[in-house]
């Protein structure tokens, strides 16, 4: 973690991803095994204007994405 962003490293590229600070949150919910409900349930309580069906969008966006950097396994 740098602030409130955690920078993740790739060993086998040689590549840095930066994530925001609500990938970052996502990143660190990650720790565990989570379903994609339990994750849009975490992210809606942290950000309580959040709508489920707009929280569930954008996880799903960043979940491919960290899997398109094979930084995430299927």
């Not at 994530?19 to 975490?42: C, H, K, M, Y």
């Amino acid at each position: 973690m740098v602030g409130d962003r955690a920078v993740l490293y790739h060993r086998p590229s040689g590549k840095a991803l930066v994530l925001n600070p609500t990938g970052s949150f996502i990143w660190s919910q990650l720790r565990e095994s989570r379903t994609l409900d339990q994750l849009v349930a975490a992210l809606c309580a942290q950000h309580a204007s959040l709508a489920e069906d707009a929280a569930r969008r954008d996880i799903e966006v960043f979940l491919a994405e960290l899997k398109s950097h094979n930084l995430l396994a299927e």
